[in-house]
């Protein structure tokens, strides 16, 4: 009896996840799929990136509400990939530090997420969004060298941005760099650490009741696509300049933030 209860279940929720996806139009789909792999290929790249771009392409379509738990899960799937694709060159001790000292802050700020109304949402997103460009450049400028309790200072700064906004991974770059990461090896300690958050993340959306059908689906549709992506990137992280890419990156991030942000004052 229990058996054919689980197996009840099972297919409602397929069920949901497919009527979830079939919701919205198919050119719609493959506009998302086709975001998610040139996101998960900046990201897998330069490091930081898929957090910044899918929001463009989500807010649109679904509202600005599930965008933040939707890109959550979605990035366990994206930094799996990028882990196993970078994998013999993680930093496991500057990965756990960061781990550890990010998951206090990462709580509150996701959960305070969740008692945002859709407005408030889309003006966070939005915000964050254009400050993750001159938060890069400040980085970059200022922030030169780190010991370990310069790493976990800064790591408490970056769980408060992550937890409940997206493009916070600006942050992350930047603090392992000046931690004396270089190269690839960067790439594959913030998959690692991006884990680690991503879970504490899932656990309090989870718990707050955001995570439905809707969310499931689109992150799963996401976090697959971009499987591919994450060793197209590996063969690229050594052969790419990256300036072309960050000014045009800039450029989409800032705009499509501004939208959003005027987009929700003028609901």
């Not at 998610?36 to 679904?62: C, D, E, K, N, R």
């Not at 949402?121 to 969004?129: E, K, N, Y």
């Not at 600006?170 to 690839?184: D, R, T």
Request: hydrophobic share 60%.
């Amino acid at each position: 009896m229990e058996a054919w209860r689980k197996a009840g279940h099972d297919i409602g929720m397929l069920d949901a996840l497919i009527a979830s996806l079939a919701a919205i139009s198919p050119a719609e789909l493959l506009l998302i799929a086709a975001v998610a792999v040139v996101a998960s290929t900046v990201g897998g790249v330069a490091g930081y990136g898929t957090g910044a771009l899918m929001p463009l392409v989500l807010v649109p379509v679904l509202g600005p509400e599930p965008v933040v738990p939707i890109i959550a899960i979605s990035a366990l799937f994206n930094n799996t990939w990028r882990a196993l694709a970078f994998q013999h060159l993680i930093d496991w001790r500057r990965a756990l530090l960061v781990a550890a000292f990010a998951t206090p802050t990462c709580v509150v700020s996701a959960y305070g997420y969740t008692l945002l109304t859709g407005k408030g949402a889309a003006v966070v997103i939005g915000t964050m969004l254009m400050l993750t460009v001159p938060l890069r450049h400040l980085f970059k400028r200022h922030v030169k060298a780190l010991d370990s309790k310069g790493l976990a200072v800064g790591a408490v700064i970056y769980g408060g941005a992550v937890g409940g906004t997206v493009g916070a991974g600006v942050i992350l770059l930047s603090i392992l760099m000046a931690a004396g990461l270089q190269g690839a090896a960067v790439i594959a300690t913030d998959a690692v650490i991006s884990m680690a958050v991503t879970a504490v993340r899932m656990a309090v959306f989870g718990f707050s009741g955001v995570i439905d059908a809707r969310v499931l689906a689109f992150a799963l549709l996401i976090g697959t696509v971009a499987l591919p992506a994450a060793f197209l990137a590996r063969a690229l992280v050594e052969r790419m300049s990256l300036t072309v890419h960050t000014t045009i990156l800039d450029v989409v991030v800032l705009i499509g933030g501004a939208v959003m942000i005027v987009g929700a004052l003028m609901r």
